[in-house]
Nanobody, 127 residues
Framework: QVQVTESGGGTVLAGGSLSLSCRVS????????MAWFRQAPGTEREFVAH????????YLADSVKGRFAISGDSAANTLILRMNNLEPEDTATYFC????????????????????WGQGTQVTVSS
């Protein structure tokens, strides 16, 4: 059974920083493709970041470019989201998502294309 576990959320003042970690374990695959999404109350889940292990390329939502960075270790199925210069608009529950097969670029931003999800970690940014 695949387990997706996030950690690292918390409460910070605007302009502060946080790092989120995600680890995928279990299942039959040695490597999982992973991404970060977030969801604020009353809104749809939105894409935040993805690291393409194969192409060694990162993808970030426009709203976080220049402030967030994604890194990870494909052999360990871990993904890190470093969030700098946080804004109140970043307040949300952040979810790590995973799938076994590599996803085409056109599909990475759609939540329905990701099959395994963590329970989420809360990030609150106060002004």
């Amino acid at each position: 059974q695949v387990q997706v576990t996030e950690s690292g959320g918390g409460t910070v003042l605007a302009g502060g920083s946080l790092s989120l970690s995600c680890r995928v374990s279990g299942g039959t695959s040695n490597r999982y493709h992973m991404a970060w999404f977030r969801q604020a109350p009353g809104t749809e889940r939105e894409f935040v970041a993805h690291l393409d292990w194969t192409m060694k390329r990162t993808y970030l939502a426009d709203s976080v470019k220049g402030r967030f960075a994604i890194s990870g270790d494909s052999a360990a199925n871990t993904l890190i989201l470093r969030m700098n210069n946080l804004e109140p608009e970043d307040t949300a529950t952040y979810f790590c998502a995973a799938r076994m097969n590599r996803i085409v670029v056109s599909g990475i931003r759609r939540a329905e294309n990701w099959y395994y999800w963590g329970q989420g970690t809360q990030v609150t940014v106060s002004s």
